[in-house]
T-cell receptor, first 113, second 116 residues
């Protein structure tokens, strides 16, 4: 079983929809939780970062972490065609090598105009 | 440059050929990571450097994979006797600090390796 599980999709939604992406994990040492966006043939770019449990909002994006359930979510409001990309959840523990990242498989999202 | 730079961007290698992939991290960044991303998968950790010291190489899949960062800046990932299963995107990432909280790691655009 992988340390981080993420539904790979693909997910296709109409423009303006609310998108919900999520990951589950098994390693209780994870303290830092990230969402990366990766466009085709590009490297991952950091979208959201959360430390420990809680919510964080940035514009149309909201990240939630529930450490008791080992479950994290990313919500995208008023989705746009430019949001079409692969979304990767990533996690790290403070005592591992430079806090190396453990990624989920990625969810491929398409927002249709 | 301002970001993490990787070269070559695309490489086609014949099976059995040796390849070398280069990473130029952001200037002054202490930490450097290599990840392997197979098609349709998330990146998988390969190795970690803090300055010139390779502190973790637990993710290297076989002894055909070798990484170095001799002067604590540029890093090279070398793959000997390439196999078809080595076909993937190789991502380099760097961070200013030796200990990171996860929100300060910057990725390059990757080197796309296809072994035929």
């Amino acid at each position: 079983q992988k340390e981080v599980e993420q539904d790979p999709g693909p997910l296709s939604v109409p423009e303006g929809a609310i998108v919900s992406l999520n990951c589950t994990y098994s390693n209780s040492a994870f303290q830092y939780f990230m969402w990366y966006r990766q466009y085709s043939r590009k490297g991952p770019e950091l979208l959201m970062y959360t430390y420990s449990s809680g919510n964080k909002e940035d514009g149309r994006f909201t990240a939630q972490v529930d450490k008791s359930s080992k479950y994290i979510s990313l919500f995208i409001r008023d989705s746009q065609p430019s949001d079409s990309a692969t979304y990767l959840c990533a996690m790290s523990a403070p005592e591992t090598s430079g806090s190396r990242l453990t990624f989920g498989e990625g969810t491929q999202l398409t927002v249709n105009p | 440059g301002a970001g993490v730079s990787q070269s070559p961007r695309y490489k086609v290698a014949k099976r059995g050929q040796d390849v070398a992939l280069r990473c130029d991290p952001i200037s002054g960044h202490v930490s450097l990571f290599w990840y392997q991303q197979a098609l349709g998968q998330g990146p998988e950790f390969l190795t970690y450097f803090q300055n010139e010291a390779q502190l973790d190489k637990s993710g290297l899949p076989s002894d055909r994979f070798f990484a170095e960062r001799p002067e604590g800046s540029v890093s090279t990932l070398k793959i000997q006797r390439t196999q078809q299963e080595d076909s993937a995107v190789y991502l380099c990432a760097s961070s200013l600090a030796g200990r990171n909280t996860g929100n300060t790691i910057y990725f390059g655009e990757g080197s796309w390796l296809t072994v035929v």
